[in-house]
């Protein structure tokens, strides 16, 4: 159980961590080398959708980094199911084949929500 404790353990560490140091000001956790050029990248907001998620703010959230707001129930169902395979000794394993499609999925959606949040069409996307 060690591994998922620890992944558990650290994220909820940083979640507390966006908890109590505020992502909105400016410069408070550095600057995204994309943001300085101009540009949105798809992990942008991201912090500030942490923090308004601790703060209930739904809204907030969605509006700072919709996929990263939309990705997290996958990403706790990941972990549940991981962690429950450590507790109870059978595995999750997931395909190859069904992992390789997936990763796809969401490389493509990180592009593609990259892409379209840097235009006009977009501009609603950007953080």
């Known amino acids: 159980m060690a591994p998922p404790v620890l992944v558990a353990g650290g994220l909820a560490a940083a979640t507390l961590a966006l908890r109590l140091r505020d992502p ?3 410069g408070s956790w550095g600057a995204c080398p994309f943001a300085l050029a101009g540009f949105s990248c798809p992990g942008c907001g991201g ?3 942490v923090n308004d998620l601790t703060h209930l703010q739904f809204g907030a959230a969605a509006s700072s980094n919709l996929l990263v707001v939309l990705a997290l129930p996958v990403a706790v169902y990941a972990l549940l ?3 429950h395979g450590r507790w109870t ?3 999750w394993v997931v395909p190859e084949r069904r992992a390789v499609v997936l990763t796809c999925v969401l490389l493509g959606a990180m592009l593609v929500f990259g892409v379209v949040r840097n235009t006009a069409t977009g501009a609603w996307l950007a953080p």
């Open 24 to 26: 909105h000001e400016q």
């Open 47 to 49: 912090l500030r959708a």
């Open 81 to 83: 199911r991981w962690s």
């Open 89 to 91: 000794g059978q595995a």
